[in-house]
């Protein structure tokens, strides 16, 4: 009897962008675990220059970095030509909808609030394991 070969899943480049080191570890570890290309920057002043030179099709940005906030780190991606294609996704503790309705205008995608589900990454960009799943 021969196994089944799982299906191919899409590998992401994908940005983290978190100012808290702890959270953009552990959110990086479990991308690459699900098999994605994975970088990240630790605030919105290096961002930018993370998102250049690694070509993601996402970013993942939180809201409230200090300095330059996930607000700003959007614009700055969606004004460059060359990163029109880029998904912009916010992960933010900010849970007001005031907070979604500027997200969602400054060009993110969706909004997730924190703590990220790894659940929510699957519906996100698939290829979750359940290795991270607690019963």
């Known amino acids: 009897m021969q196994r089944a070969t799982p299906p191919r899943i899409k590998v992401h480049r994908i940005v983290v ?3 808290n080191l702890d ?3 552990s ?3 479990l991308l690459k675990e699900m098999g994605h290309s ?3 920057a630790i605030n919105g002043y290096i961002a930018y220059d993370v998102v250049r030179r690694f070509r993601p ?3 993942i940005c939180d809201l409230g970095l200090p300095g330059m906030s996930g607000y700003e780190v959007a614009a700055q991606i969606r004004k460059d030509p060359e990163l029109q294609n880029v998904r912009l996704i916010a992960f933010t503790a900010y849970g007001d909808p005031k907070y979604t309705e500027r997200a969602l205008e400054a060009g993110f995608e ?6 990220i589900d790894p659940k ?3 519906e996100l960009f698939g290829g979750y394991s359940g290795a991270f ?3």
């Open 27 to 29: 959110l990086a570890m």
């Open 57 to 59: 099709d996402t970013v």
């Open 110 to 115: 969706s909004v997730h609030i924190k703590p």
């Open 17 to 19: 962008v978190e100012d």
């Open 133 to 135: 799943d607690h019963r």
């Open 120 to 122: 929510v990454l699957d």
């Open 23 to 25: 959270q953009v570890h």
């Open 38 to 40: 994975v970088d990240f």
